[in-house]
């Protein structure tokens, strides 16, 4: 999906500037709005808001909250909470963390704590156990906003014991990690799984909460659905193992993407980046592009320019899906249509100013956008089959987008709309069906 808008004056972040000068001003012209599996209609059809102040944090009590934390304040978010059950994981995970009189002892409480957490959201996900309110169980919001009530507490205790901050920041990935399904995307390797195929799925939270808060994201609602689940395909049993990433440019920098998947993706007979792209479509994205276009994320944070990896000196400008697209396109999998989409934007060789190709990069020119645009959707299908290429893995493997996932009729103005409707839960639940259908699909033709 491209959104292209005039440039406009906003106050944005990057990782540089915030070490030399807490506030800075940029013109900023994203072009293209990457496709993430986290949004709503509004994602395509209205212009971002501008971005909050170039400052993440704010003081609360001991500690500074995030961007993402502070918004746990607002009405949306306890409702939801409230609505799934899901407003006690916070305060019995400060009791948690009340016990702990050592670090390792708080490192197993947060690793526990954070397990529990998406073990949770799964089960609730796939009709185990009580539903612990009146939210529809494929809901992906209650995972999102509880994990932030975990973090922003953990970011505030002061313990018994002596923590660094270095020590701090730990745990918070070790919360992060663990709540996120991606530490336990391990396959079995018993003698029941012989001749199981290995799949691996992932999404990504919500996103533009600035616009809407209400938001949820089909592509993290399908991760709590299929984590676990076992699938037939025309070659017998395949299992699937999920997780779902932050919208935050500085995660990805520093390697979340790699750390969690290099295990998975080594072992893996097909893997598929999902998030959400366009109103009333599916697209398998052909290419991805090495270019991040400056959008802001969940922190309000912009980063523009080349996607950072290790080894940047042999890194690619463009990597390549090896999904069956063909095979995927063709079947009957749903209400959406499906589109292979070959479309790009590059500065070719010798060129200067940016171009669209509909059929792909030419020789020698560098990215600027890939199909899934320039944001962290097309960002995490470019590290992952740059993965894929690195670990000399010939396993299919790209990225699908999700149509935008809409609410119903009279409920789309954030200001009065609730946070759920019948429509807005039939377009999830098809949404996710729809993607499980895909993934046998290339799975059979794989």
Known sequence: MRLTRPTERIRVRTRTQARA??????????????????????????????????????????RAFTVEERRLDQDVPREILRRSGFDGVAPDFVRSLHGARSYAQAERAVTGQGTRLWQRAVDRAQGRGSAHGDLSRDDDRPLYWARLGMTRELRQWQPEFALSEAARSRLLGKLERSSRGQDSMAFPSGKGDAGVKRIVVTGFDPFTLDRDIRISNPSGAMALALDGTVIRTADGPARIQAAVFPVRWQDFADGTVERALREPLSRADLFTTVSQGRVGRIDVERFNGAWRGGFGDNENVSETGLVPVADPASQPQWTTTSLPYRAIVAADTGRFPVYDNTSVTEVQAGGTAPVVRPDGPTAGSAARAGGGGDYLSNEIAYRATLLRDRLGREVPGGHVHTPVLEFGAGNTDPATGSVTDPEFVRNRLDIIAQLTSIVTVAADAS
């Not at 209609?41 to 170039?54: F, I, S, T, V």
Request: net charge positive.
């Open 21 to 62: 000068r807490p506030r800075v001003q940029l013109r900023v012209r994203p072009d293209l709005l990457g496709l993430v599996l986290l949004g709503s209609a509004a994602l395509a059809l209205a212009a971002p808001p501008p971005l909050a102040a170039a400052t993440t944090h704010e003081s609360s009590g001991t």
